[in-house]
């Protein structure tokens, strides 16, 4: 069973960037889908971007493309978020995931999540 640690998150102007790093324990990490989500407040969890375990295929919501990247490490079980042109409605709680059978979207299908880290972007 993986363990999912988050960091990097904090307080970026528009147009800023940061790295989210998810560090994962427990687990053989290459097996596993990773992901990541945001929840802002007062609304429901959502996906951001998934990768799958063979790290070819990599799915990005709409809201997001273009501008945010997916990345694993299976040597230092690690998945990075690089978030470039942020904007205030990039504000959110962000969840790293990981799951084994199924690559999804859909937040309830993934079994393995961390804490959150806060992302606040200013305008």
């Known amino acids: 069973q993986v363990q999912l640690v988050e960091s990097g998150g904090g307080l970026v102007q528009t147009g800023g960037s940061l790295r989210l790093s998810c560090a994962a324990s427990?687990?053989?990490?290459?097996?596993?889908?990773v992901g990541w989500f945001r929840q802002a407040s007062g609304k429901e969890r959502e996906f951001v971007v998934v990768?799958?375990?063979?790290?070819?295929?990599?799915l990005h919501a709409d809201s997001v493309k273009g501008r945010f990247t997916i990345s694993r490490d299976n040597a230092k079980n690690t998945v990075y978020l690089q978030m470039n042109n942020l904007k205030p409605e990039d504000t959110a709680v962000y969840y790293c995931?990981?799951?084994?059978?199924?690559?999804?979207?859909?937040?309830?299908?993934?079994?393995?999540w961390g804490q959150g880290t806060q992302v606040t972007v200013s305008s």
């Open positions: 995931a990981a799951t084994k059978p199924v690559l999804t979207t859909t937040p309830g299908r993934w079994g393995y």
């Open positions: 427990g687990g053989t990490f290459s097996t596993y889908h």
């Open positions: 990768m799958a375990r063979s790290d070819v295929s990599t």
